[in-house]
């Protein structure tokens, strides 16, 4: 049997396969106006191909707890019940193809406000541009183009992780069987969590205890609101590639794997069931490896130091490449990206290529 298309369980649900959707950005709703943030066309026939396509869970891109958690304007939102009801249409799609529906819920924090990307992606600074002021643990730009964030209080710290809960209660209404805690690429969990980015001196800076508050709080208000028979994913950068690519002198600190396997451990003492590990996008201008695989002994690391189960992700594109990550014990399941874009029905031709019998929707039975 291919370990690709073993089901999974996670407390009471069941995954049907080990090929899941990465949540990918489509910087496609409306930027204003009672429909911001709002599923539409595109999404819904985004997501219900590669539930056709044979995805065992598909996880819905970061979905903004609040407006100006956006990283785009164009990006998706669940901070209010219009976006519920949208929602609700593509989760009902990918349970009838028999897809395992997650969603991931984040806030940009520093990086927000910036363009799509095929306008260039520059920050946006201009409110008649739907711009607005970014936010963050500490007044310092992500990099020379985007501005100066405004430095949270404790007060809208403690507001954010309760937006996070109210996220979770929407998602749940939404019909989602899975929820994923954005933690990495810089996004604003993921700026607390690093010392590059966090210069704070009070109970949220400073020391690893401190800097991981902010996400255990977080994780614990969307437990404590998110049903115990369901899972609860959470995205880390298992490194932002400082420590990497340090020059000799150089005392630039940052987010380690070290920090990573440690923190593994807290977020399974908390509720995580699972953890989506990834790299980067907490520094501009470091060098990531360009090669295959790159991030998959990251998760396999963390799969061999603590209990947490472990997805693996990053330039997996090939059915066998897949199958060696799980058969050799350095993942629980793969998360595919750009690959899914490319493919949609990436699933049915691994299965083909590994001798499984793919699932596949009636209507296209005679493609079996």
């Not at 519920?84 to 924090?109: D, N, P």
Request: aromatic share 8%.
């Amino acid at each position: 049997m291919s370990a690709l298309f073993e089901p999974y369980t996670l407390r009471s649900l069941t995954i049907p396969n080990r090929i899941w959707m990465a949540p990918m950005c489509q910087y496609s709703a409306a930027p204003t106006g009672p429909d911001a943030g709002t599923v539409n066309d595109w999404h819904y026939a985004h997501y219900s191909a590669r539930a056709a396509g044979g995805a065992g869970l598909i996880l819905v891109e970061a979905t903004a707890v609040s407006p100006e958690g956006r990283i785009s304007p164009g990006d998706l939102g669940i901070w209010n019940d219009t976006q519920v009801a949208a929602l609700r249409r593509i989760t009902a799609f990918l349970k009838e193809q028999g897809t395992t529906a997650g969603i991931q819920i984040a806030h940009a924090g520093r990086k927000a406000s910036t363009d799509r990307p095929w306008l260039g992606g520059a920050p946006i600074t201009d409110p008649a541009r739907h711009g607005w002021q970014p936010l963050g643990p500490s007044p310092i730009a992500f990099d020379g183009d985007h501005p100066v964030p405004d430095e949270l209080t404790t007060e809208q710290i403690q507001q954010i992780v309760g937006q996070f809960a109210d996220a979770a209660r929407r998602s749940l209404a939404a019909g989602f069987e899975v929820i994923e805690i954005h933690g990495a690429h810089g996004y604003l969990i993921g700026e607390f969590l690093s010392p590059h980015s966090n210069h704070r001196t009070d109970e949220y800076g400073g020391s690893y205890e401190n800097r991981t508050r902010f996400a255990l709080q977080v994780v614990d208000a969307v437990r404590a609101v998110w049903p115990q028979e369901l899972p609860v994913f959470f995205r880390i950068s298992a490194t932002d590639w400082l420590q990497e690519n340090a020059a000799e002198g150089d005392t630039e600190h940052g987010w380690t794997v070290d920090d990573t396997v440690r923190f593994a451990r807290d977020l399974q003492a908390h509720g995580v069931d699972l953890l989506d590990v990834s790299s980067g996008g907490n520094a501009a201008d470091v060098h990531i490896p360009a090669g295959p695989h790159y991030q998959v002994p990251f998760a396999a690391r963390v799969k061999a130091e603590t209990e947490l189960p472990v997805g693996a992700v990053g330039k997996i594109t090939e059915p066998a490449e897949a199958e060696k990550v799980l058969q050799s014990g350095e993942a629980d399941a793969v998360l595919l990206g750009r690959e899914l874009l490319r493919d949609p029905y990436w699933a049915h031709r691994a299965a083909r290529t590994l001798g499984v019998p793919p699932r596949v929707p009636n209507q296209y039975h005679r493609s079996v």
